[in-house]
Each structure stands twice: as C-alpha cells, then as structure tokens.
C-alpha cells in the first residue's frame, strides 16, 4: 500500500515539474515572412521563393542562415490572397463577428528542408506563458498550405499526431486522399486521379494512340503519372517513354530533352510541377525543339511566368486542364495598394512593421512587386486558398458558437482535433457563388477548364478556355472541347498526328511488330476469303461458305458460279460442232434416202443405216443437255439421254456386224442360221438392248437421281455448278453397257475382217468401234482428272468424238461411192464373180 502512494506521488512531481519547465528556442528562431496577431490564428506556408541557397558546412563556425531569391510570383500571390481572405473575414459583422484572425506565414523557398524548418515554426510559436512557461497548446488552429505535394506530406505527416488541420489549395496527389495516413488533411482542390484520367480522356479523344509522358520525380509527378500509365493502358494508348526528373537533377533533365528528341511520339503528356516545367522549357526553348503536342497540368498550364515569346516557340498550342478561373471581387485593388500598406513589414507606412522582421533585407526582391499587376488575375489557385481561408472561418465560427448580433463565446478553448471535425460537415458559399463542402477523402468535386496556348493577331498571349471536364458526370460525357476553337502545336490549325504505325486501312488487319507496344504494327493484307471492313481491324473475317472476298479485301461478294454456258468460247464451240454433226448426219440421211433402191444402200441394210442415222443425230443432241445452267431436269436428262442414245447407236452398229458375220456364215453348206437374223430379229434385237439400258437409267433415276450440286472442292473462289452423278454405281453402269456392246461390237467386227476386199463393212465397222473404245477409254482419266466445267467438256468432246468417229467410218465410204462414184454402185461390182458373196449379199 506505501509502495502505491508514493509511486503516485512520484509521478505528480514529475506531471507538476514537466508543466514549469522553462521554454527556450534551442538555435537561431526561424520566423514568418508575414504575420498578425489575433483571436485565433491561421498558418500559411508558400514557396514565395523558388531558389534556396545552402551554407557552407565546414564545422569551424556556426552556420549561416539559408538565404532565399528568385522570387515565385503565383505564390506570393496566394499569400497575399490568404492575407486578404483574412482581413475581409475580420471586418465581416456576420461570420466571427467578434473575433479577429490573425495569421503566421512562412515561406518554404521551395526547398523540403525549409518546409520541415517552417512546419516546425508554425508548431512552436515565439511567444511563451508568463514566466517562460510552456503552455502544452499549439498557437495555431489551422494551417494552409503547402503548394507541392511532397511538401504538403512532410506537412502533414509533421502536424498529423498534434491533429491540425491542413488545407491545401493544390496538392492534388491521390495519395493524399487516404484517410488512415492523412487524417487532418483537407484540400480546395481535386485529386490527381481525376486529372490523371482527365489527360487520358483528352488523349483518347482525339486519337491519338502514341504519346510520350514526362513527369516530376516527386510524389505528385509520380502518382499522378502512375494513375495516367493504368488508365491509357485501359484505353487501348500506347506510350513510347515514361521519364522523369527532379528540379536538382540537371544530368537526368537533359537525358529527358534528348529522349524527347529521339522519340517519334508527337504529343507530351507533362504532369510536372511548376517549377520542373520552367526547367523543361527552358531547355526546349534553348535546344529549338519545336513541334510537339504538350498536354499539361493545373500546376503550369496556366503560369503566366512562362508565357514568353521565347517559350511561345515550343510551346504554343499547348493544351492543359486548369482550374476554373474564379475572380476574387476587391482582391486586384487589394494587391496593388492596401496589402504593401498594411501588411508588408518594412514598408514606408507607418504601424506595419512586423515585430519578427529583424532584417528587412529578405523583403528587398518583394518590394520590387509593389506596381505590378499585370497577373493578379491569372493566378487560379488563388481562388482555392480563399476558400480554405473561409472554410476555417466557418469551423471556427461553429465552435465559437456565434450567434447573430451577439458575437461569439472568446472564453471557450478550441482543440485542433474539434475544427477538423467540423471541416468534415461545412457546406457553405462564398460570394462568388462556388460552394465549399469536403467529400469523405477531404478533397472537392473536380472540374477542370481546358486551356489553350495561344497567340492573338495582334501578337497578344492568352490562356484561351476551349472546355472544361466535369468528374462528377457519367463516363464518355464529362468532357467537352471546342475543337474549332483550338490551336495546335507551332500555331497549326490542323490536329497533329501521333501514331507508331498509321492506320490500318479496311482489307488488311493489324500485326504486332515483336518487341515493340501493341501500338507498332504492320498492317497485313487479309486472305483470300476473309476480309476486314473497319480501320485498324485486329482480325479477318471469313466469308460465309457461298461468298468470297472482293479484290479489296473489305467486302464478301457472291462467288462468281461456273457452268459451261452457250456464250462462252468453248461453249460456242462445242454447239457449234453438234449441230454440225446434226446437220451433217441428216445430209447422210438424206443422200440415202434419194438412192434408197441403189445396190450401194440395200446392200448396208437401209432399215438399221436409217436406224443409226437417227440414233446418230440424237447422240449429236444429246450433247447440247450437258451445256447451260444445271437443273433437276437437265441432270436428268443428259445422263440418260446420253446412256439411252448411245446404246441405240451401238446396239444398231451391233445389229448390222451381226447380220454381215452371219451372212457370211451363212453361205456354208447346210447352214441355215440366216433365219434368225431376219429383220424381224434385227429390230427386236436394237429394241432388246435399248430396253435394258433403259431398264438401268430408270432404276438410277428412281433409286439416286443425278442433281444440281455447288462445288466448291476445287476453287474457294468460286463456285462449280454441276450435275452430282447421285449415284455412282448408276453413272457406272450406263457406261460399263455401253463399253459392254462397243466391246462386242469390235470383236465381232474383227471377226469378220477376212470378208472380200470389195465389201468393206466389217472393216469399217471395226475402225468405228476401235475409234470409240480408244476415245470412251482416254475419257475416264480426263473425266475424272478435269475440274469444274471441263469435266462437262471432255464428256461432249467424248460424246462428238466417238459419235463422229462412228458416222464418218460406216458411212462416208458409202457416200463416197454414191456421190463421187456412181459407177462402182452397180450389182455386179458389188457382187463381182464371187458366188459366195452373192449370196451373203442376198441375205444381207
């Protein structure tokens, strides 16, 4: 029990010493550029100047201080904003009516050490508890700023665990927006990951599929490029290079301009902070590197401080995403006069001099702004630092509990930790009309204008409003572009090409180049069938079976269909030769029929010679069914009018070597075989075997008639229209009867080759017979060899071959005869003194 009471009474000494321990500044105080006293106290950290010059450090002495120069006009500006804010906020009688802000500014030089040395100066104020107590309480309720992202993380990172409010005016790193790391910050601008897809809609939009991306090696180059890199990959955009730099890297800065200038992309996508971007044009503007598209961001697309002649070339018809310019009522009149009078330390007035300004040297480069105005009105950014300025005076007039003619409770003690909490529920507006209310990342709605480079006619520059991208509508509808009123890179009217391989025109589909990003490619002609009927197609299209593609490859058009018609050539041809042998057979026929009682006619059995004229001038006929436009009908037709026609051919030719062999045989003693092969006979023999070929080409045509049939076996360009055999074995076996008769017909005819010399039938009936098995033969190879319409061919060659072959062996010997001869066509050349062959002539 001792040992608990006196632990406790040990820690309450420790708890009493702690809180009368002695507060000293340990170094040299670091003190604000600007500052006033106040009720409560709003801090502001800018980069008001761009360049930090270091001490040396050889440990022999102590250090110098850091000296700051060049100085960073937009920044200045948003102090003199934050400064103004404040003093309209103080003489308001509605908002903290009471209570009067003051503020602590401290300028940053643009240097991350410096912003670590002024965070810490805003959290430690100059000012002690009576006896040089420390108190325990930051000075400070809320802090704006900083202008970069990577010091606006120290900032918050540093002011975090004490739970101060920071608000940036444009810090727009997505990465800021998580809550669990940053769970104070609060931000008057939208996050980068709108601006980053943003930049890849403007790209998307006008097509451009190769690009070239530079940003700024610090957190907000780096994570706003890497939103950039996801999305364009999404959309189907290539980038050739990705580099980046830092403002203290000169070696990697040139390495980047001569990226630039070996790269074949002809639009930049620069997501670089402000002071990065006037190194890059610089660097541009000394090397002449002109002609390249830039795409810019709200960092620097609109500063007028790089807005020169000699930037202009390079950088004319730059496009860029800016805040929506937003004008700040009083605040021009402001700047030129009221601030240096009232608010600058070491001005000529009188009651401004500020009780931290030791020196005043540090204000010589700022004095030297005192009558310019010329930018006041282009900064953008300042409208977002009155609005931060405003929303904590919103926070606090809720806490103060303010109250309408009645002002607000001084007394009551304000924790940062309370006006964070309060920032997460304003939503109030300010006077020119813009709402000001924080999403659950702390950030605002983005909505972005679109601004063009551009000089006027009159030589005059000017950032031009072309659009605007509004985050808050739905995809493929936030962006809008007065594309008329836009101009290009160099002053060009016309859009800039940028593309690693030009379009792939319809007819041929793209081919990756190996080794390169899917935007390099050849573009390769589509196969024969297929085709490809947009631009830049990835894949050919097959045709559908019965189409093929047209010569340009962009279109499928009906095959063209192949059948040996009556107006082509060969066609022609092949009619022309039936109807001569029609008209050559009928002139036979009727040369017989006038010397029908001749002993050169009724010794050739005129009955079967008329018989075989008829067959003959059918089997001419029957050649014109194989020509013209496949049908059911004509099919059927050809092949068994062929079949039929052929058979009554041979069968006749059969009839009379028959009759001749037999005649002959007759003429033996006591042989009387010659009463069988009567006409009677003859006839019902042609008819017998007709009739069994008849018999087959029904069975063919009942069991698998031939058809119409498209094939496209041997072309792909085309289509063959042809008679499908249907059956096989039917189309066979017409054939093998017909080959079946030639064959008996020529062994017959060969029998009977030792008749006498002066009656030469037998002879002639063998030559015919050798002539159509020798064409009948040769047929089956080429037949089936032969593709698309010569197949019909060689079948008609096949059928005017063996049909001519036939007319002019039996029967031009005799019309030779009768027309040229007449005197040998008597009986008793015929006959001569041979009495057999009287006798075979008599029964012939």
Request: neutral net charge; charged residues 15%.
């Amino acid at each position: 029990m001792l040992l608990f009471l006196y632990t406790v009474l040990l820690f309450h000494h420790l708890h009493t010493k702690v809180e009368n321990t002695i507060c000293r500044i340990m170094g040299d105080p670091n003190y604000p550029l600007f500052s006033k006293d106040g009720d409560v106290t709003i801090g502001g950290i800018f980069a008001i100047h761009r360049k930090e010059t270091l001490p040396s450090f050889e440990f022999t002495q102590k250090p110098q201080p850091l000296s700051c120069s060049s100085v960073n006009l937009r920044d200045f500006r948003l102090a003199q904003t934050m400064i103004f804010a404040i003093q309209e906020i103080n003489k308001n009688e509605i908002l903290l009516p009471n209570i009067s802000i003051g503020y602590i500014i401290y300028d940053t030089c643009g240097s991350r050490l410096s912003t670590m040395t002024a965070t810490m100066g805003l959290m430690n104020s100059q000012d002690f508890g009576p006896g040089n107590i420390c108190n325990g309480h930051s000075p400070l309720h809320a802090i704006i700023g900083e202008s970069e992202t990577s010091a606006t993380v120290i900032l918050s990172r540093t002011t975090g665990p004490f739970k101060i409010p920071v608000i940036s005016h444009s810090s727009s790193c997505e990465c800021l927006s998580n809550r669990k790391n940053y769970p104070s910050f609060f931000r008057t601008i939208s996050s980068d990951y709108h601006q980053s897809r943003a930049l890849a809609s403007i790209v998307k939009h006008f097509g451009w599929s190769w690009v070239g991306a530079v940003n700024s090696d610090n957190d907000y180059g780096n994570n706003g490029m890497a939103i950039f890199l996801k999305t364009v990959q999404e959309e189907g955009i290539c980038v050739e290079y990705s580099v980046k730099f830092y403002r203290t890297e000169t070696e990697k800065l040139k390495k980047v301009v001569d990226t630039i200038k070996k790269g074949t992309a002809k639009v930049i996508v620069a997501f670089i902070s402000f002071v990065e971007m006037g190194l890059l044009i610089e660097q541009l503007s000394i090397q002449n590197i002109t002609g390249f598209q830039m795409i810019g961001v709200e960092p620097w697309i609109t500063a007028n401080t790089y807005f020169t002649p000699k930037s202009l070339h390079a950088m004319e018809g730059s496009l860029g995403f800016a805040m929506k310019k937003i004008n700040i009522e009083g605040f021009a009149e402001y700047a030129m006069k009221p601030f240096w009078d009232t608010a600058f330390p070491c001005s000529k007035s009188e009651g401004n001099y500020s009780k931290y300004a030791l020196s005043c040297s540090r204000y010589e480069e700022l004095l030297a702004l005192k009558n310019y105005n010329e930018d006041v009105t282009e900064h953008r950014y300042s409208s977002n630092v009155y609005k931060a300025v405003y929303a904590v005076a919103h926070s606090l007039h809720s806490l103060l509990k303010c109250i309408k003619q009645e002002g607000c409770e001084k007394g009551l003690p304000i924790q940062p930790q309370q006006v964070v909490e309060t920032l997460k529920k304003i939503n109030f507006a300010i006077k020119t009309g813009d709402r000001v209310w924080f999403d659950s990342t702390g950030g605002v709605v983005a909505l972005y204008e679109v601004v063009n480079w551009q000089q006027d006619s009159d030589g005059t520059y000017q950032f031009k409003s072309v659009g605007y991208y509004d985050a808050s509508l739905p995809t493929y509808q936030n962006l809008h572009l007065n594309v008329e009123n836009i101009i290009w890179a160099g002053g060009h009217l016309e859009k800039p090409r940028s593309a690693c391989s030009e379009s792939c025109p319809p007819g041929t589909r793209k081919a990756a180049q190996k080794g390169r990003p899917f935007c390099c490619y050849d573009c390769i002609p589509c196969a024969e069938g297929e085709i490809s009927n947009e631009t830049d197609s990835i894949n050919c299209k097959p045709c559908p079976w019965e189409y093929w593609s047209n010569a340009e490859k962009n279109k499928c058009v009906l095959k063209a269909v192949e059948f040996l018609s009556f107006t082509e050539i060969m066609g022609v041809v092949l009619v022309f030769f039936s109807l001569f042998g029609v008209g050559l057979t009928l002139l036979v026929a009727i040369l017989f029929y006038n010397k029908k009682d001749t002993p050169m006619v009724k010794a050739n059995n005129s009955e079967l010679s008329f018989l075989l004229l008829f067959s003959l001038t059918l089997c001419f006929l029957c050649s014109l069914t194989f020509i013209g436009r496949p049908t059911e009908w004509s099919c059927m037709l050809c092949h068994t009018a062929f079949g039929i026609t052929f058979v009554l051919c041979i069968s006749c030719v059969l009839g009379k070597t028959i009759v001749v062999l037999m005649a002959f045989k007759a003429t033996l003693p006591g042989n009387n075989i010659m009463k069988w092969f009567g006409p009677a006979q003859q006839r019902l023999s042609v008819l017998a075997f007709t009739l069994i070929q008849v018999i087959i080409c029904v069975l063919w045509l009942t069991i698998s008639p031939p058809f119409p049939y498209k094939n496209m076996k041997y072309y792909k360009e085309k289509i063959i229209l042809e008679c499908s055999l249907g059956s096989t074995i039917g189309f066979w076996a017409v054939l093998t009867y017909i080959s079946l008769l030639a064959f008996l017909c020529f062994i017959l005819a060969f029998l009977a080759r030792t008749l006498p010399d002066k009656f030469n039938e037998a002879k002639f009936i063998t030559f015919s017979m050798l002539i159509f098995c020798a064409v009948w033969i040769t047929f089956i190879p080429a037949y089936v060899s032969s593709p698309g319409k010569f197949t019909v061919a060689v079948e008609i060659f096949a059928i005017l071959s063996s049909s001519f072959g036939l007319l002019f062996c039996i029967f031009a010997p005799k019309c030779y005869i009768i027309l040229l001869k007449p005197e040998q066509n008597t009986k008793q050349h015929l006959i001569g003194k041979t009495a057999s062959v009287s006798l075979a002539l008599q029964a012939y």
